[in-house]
């Protein structure tokens, strides 16, 4: 049996809305606010407004894809049965090494402990949130989500204090125009896309799909609602961090040497620990549950051993592949890399690569009419490959100016891994076994309703 069909159906909508809050509020508002305002000042406020809307544009296609087909590990199997097999795992292997971003996690994480404890071992705080996180996952999905609707009411209150205790002592002279472009409209627009790494997160419901109990409803509705209600909160909080101090006080730090300023001890702790920590924490915790899912259905497709995907009977987790990830978190904080290096490089990456799942979209309503005309949420072919179009730009170009911020050493391996990956689908992908094989389509879906699997297959031809 195919693992994708042995994971369960227990998502609700409340279980999907919560882990949807728990990726978008986390390390990047914590973590990344600072770094804007370097490159912003007080543009800070509007960068992230700018983003948000951006992010509502381009997570469209994959809302619409999931609406129409939901599945286990979305983007992979849009990219792979609606472009062609080789892309798809082309995609899914720069997806790899986007996740270099599990290491952002850990790090903020551990930098905001440090807040705390000065003293601590600072990598040690690091692996450790990462095993937790990892731990809890390997005992399913609904554990998982369960302790992520825990972390995200905690942290909710922590933002709406810092938010109530903070505006009413903004320096609104501060937040004049005059100070938002100090590095010009380069800079502003360099913290438009870091910041989309706070913004972004909803679409990774799409990755969920085979395990939600009605998915093509939960997925547009909770990447659209989720993305807009938290770009409001995050305005007030970029108000908040960027009009108190002055900007050359809090550019390029992280949210704790506001809250020092605003908050009484008590409430400064409770936002350290419940904001900022439970913060990363349930990003971190939401990345587990999800990033797994594309390589579970790329070893049942072939392109990997079927055993690296076998999911645990009792628990219905692929333990193989939460190895694996969790490793990936874990070599960059033992190596030390800074953590906007890992951000930039993963994000530049994983805003590049996306652009082919959102393409995969433009082939909906060709391949598959019927469903599409069922679809939650549809608009006209010409209208669709028009928002493809828009996002395919915005993509690209947000990708282009954060890869260009990296240093050397990580492009140079961004490009290597990318020409090792174009090699491996070239050379795999041209083998008779993988020509000759058969894979699922969407036909293919079990029922929204748990039901028998069936046993025809629709086969999309290497």
Same mark, same amino acid.
């Given at each position: ?27 990047? !508002? ?12 007080? *543009? ?43 892309? *798809? ?25 440090? $807040? ?18 990892? !731990? ?53 627009? @360099? ?44 305005? /007030? ?5 960027? *009009? ?30 419940? *904001? ?5 924490? $349930? ?5 587990? $549950?999800?990033?797994?899912?594309? /390589? ?20 219905? @987790?692929? %333990? +193989? ?104 689908? +070239?050379? !795999? ?10 894979? $699922? ?14 046993? %025809? ?6």
């Amino acid at each position: 049996m195919n693992g994708e069909y042995q994971l369960k159906k227990e998502l609700s909508l409340w279980h999907v809305v919560v882990m949807a809050i728990g990726q978008i509020i986390g390390a990047g !508002v914590m973590s990344l606010t600072g770094i804007a305002i370097a490159l912003t000042g007080s *543009g800070v406020t509007p960068a992230f407004v700018l983003s948000a809307m951006l992010t509502l544009i381009t997570t469209l296609p994959i809302a619409i894809m999931g609406a129409s087909i939901p599945t286990t590990g979305g983007p992979y199997k849009y990219t792979s049965r609606l472009l062609s097999p080789r892309l *798809g795992f082309f995609y899914l292997l720069i997806f790899l090494v986007a996740n270099l971003t599990l290491a952002t996690y850990a790090i903020s994480f551990a930098k905001y402990f440090q $807040s705390l404890l000065p003293s601590v071992n600072f990598s040690l705080i690091a692996v450790l949130i990462l095993t937790l996180c990892y !731990v809890v996952n390997m005992f399913g999905v609904k554990s998982a989500a369960s302790a992520e609707g825990f972390l995200v009411v905690v942290k909710v209150i922590a933002v709406f204090v810092f938010i109530l205790w903070g505006v009413p002592k903004i320096q609104w002279d501060t937040l004049a125009v005059t100070g938002m472009l100090p590095s010009g409209l380069g800079g502003f627009l @360099t913290a438009t896309g870091l910041v989309s790494f706070a913004t972004g997160g909803a679409s990774i419901v799409a990755e969920l799909g085979g395990e939600m109990k009605n998915p093509k409803r939960d997925i547009p509705l909770t990447i659209i609602l989720t993305t807009a209600g938290i770009a409001v909160i995050y305005a /007030f909080m970029a108000a908040v961090a960027s *009009g108190v101090l002055p900007i050359e006080q809090v550019a390029g730090k992280h949210l704790d040497e506001v809250a020092k300023a605003i908050l009484p001890q008590p409430l400064f702790l409770f936002f350290i620990i419940g *904001g900022s920590l439970f913060a990363i924490a $349930s990003t971190l915790n939401a990345t587990f $549950s999800w990033v797994t899912k594309g /390589f579970l259905i790329a070893c049942d497709d072939g392109w990997l051993p079927k055993g690296l995907g076998a999911v645990n009977k009792k628990f219905g @987790t692929p %333990h +193989w592949l939460l190895t694996i990830f969790y490793l990936i978190g874990v070599i960059p904080v033992v190596t030390e890399v800074s953590l906007e290096t890992v951000t930039e490089m993963g994000l530049g990456l994983f805003l590049l690569n996306s652009v082919l799942p959102v393409l995969a979209a433009t082939q909906l309503p060709k391949k598959y009419p019927h469903l599409y005309e069922k679809s939650f949420i549809k608009l006209k072919p010409k209208n669709l490959n028009l928002l493809v179009g828009v996002t395919v730009v915005i993509q690209l170009f947000q990708g282009f100016l954060l890869m260009k911020e990296i240093p050397a050493t990580g492009l140079y391996f961004s490009i290597g891994f990318i020409a090792f990956a174009a090699l491996y689908v +070239w050379i !795999v992908g041209g083998t008779p076994r993988m020509k000759n094989r058969k894979m $699922s389509g969407f036909e293919d879906e079990r029922p929204i309703n748990v039901g028998p699997i069936h046993d %025809h297959k629709i086969g999309v031809n290497q």
